[in-house]
């Protein structure tokens, strides 16, 4: 069955709002957990706009599933890493300037960064991912890095209209078919919303969908266990209708 990683960045924008103390990350996390959570997920950025390094470690023993941490890849951020010992790490391109996460990561490019810093990972028993666009060339890349799974930007799918849509998609599964039969565990993530989750979820190769921005929104006005639990049902319902028998 696919998980849902519940990324929390944005409750802790809100706090980050009045650099006050509400709302807790930490309370979203456990009761995102409670209402179906099957990971959390954090992207501490190197502008701390969000999540902050005291978050991340408070979250980190108090979880029982596990936490999925996002972080560009620097020295200064894969020392946190090594701090806070999440289970799972993603590593994603970050531009100070950008509004959010524009790109995946350019593997190929960044090769002689990017490989030291997973076996470094691996070798503590984190499970590492790169946050990639659907580009088979990309996932060759991460391979060769020694990855344990990819993460595949989802954003052009999301924001993709007409038949860009259906080809945005099409690249989508592609990749992840390619990526399991390379021995990838391969997720997806970014600007996925009720609406656009559904054809994603469906994708038989796709083991866990990451989502933030959108269930934090309409917490706001569906509260935080319905978001978090509408989200999950559409994403089981697409993926039991995608294997059901015909
Ligand atoms: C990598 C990713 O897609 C998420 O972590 C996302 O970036 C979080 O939201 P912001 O981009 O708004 O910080
Ligand atoms: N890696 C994607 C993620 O964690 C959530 O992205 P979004 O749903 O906030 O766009």
């Known amino acids: 069955m696919i998980e849902l990683g519940v990324n929390i960045d944005h409750v802790a924008t809100i706090r980050q709002a009045r650099r006050g103390h509400e709302p807790d990350p930490l309370r979203a996390a456990l009761l995102a957990e409670e209402y179906g959570a099957d990971a959390i997920t954090v992207h501490v950025r190197e502008d701390r706009r969000h999540m902050q390094d005291d978050d991340v470690r408070r979250i980190r023993p108090l979880i029982s599933t596990r936490m999925n941490f996002e972080c560009a890849v620097v020295e200064e951020m894969i020392r946190l890493v090594e701090d806070v010992k999440p289970q799972d790490v993603c590593f994603v391109p970050e531009r100070r300037e950008e ?47 020694g990855a344990d799974a ?45 609406d656009n989750v559904q054809p994603v979820a469906a994708i038989e190769t796709i083991s866990e969908l990451n989502i933030g921005h959108s269930i934090v929104a309409n917490a706001v006005f569906m509260g935080w266990e319905g978001a978090i639990k509408k989200m999950k049902e559409l994403m089981i319902s697409a993926k039991l209708e995608s294997i059901r028998p015909r």
């Open 99 to 145: 509004v959010t996460t524009e790109g995946g990561l350019d593997v190929i490019g960044g090769f002689h960064l990017i490989a030291p810093a997973v076996a470094r990972l691996k070798d503590q028993g984190m499970r590492i991912s790169l946050f990639i666009d659907p580009d088979l060339d990309q996932i060759e890349a991460a391979l060769k890095c």
């Open 150 to 194: 990819i993460e595949l930007h989802t954003g052009r799918y999301a924001h993709a209209l007409g038949s860009a849509v259906e080809l945005e998609l099409s690249r989508i599964r592609k990749s992840a078919n390619f990526g399991v039969a390379e021995g990838l565990r391969v997720n997806a993530g970014h600007g996925l919303n009720y």
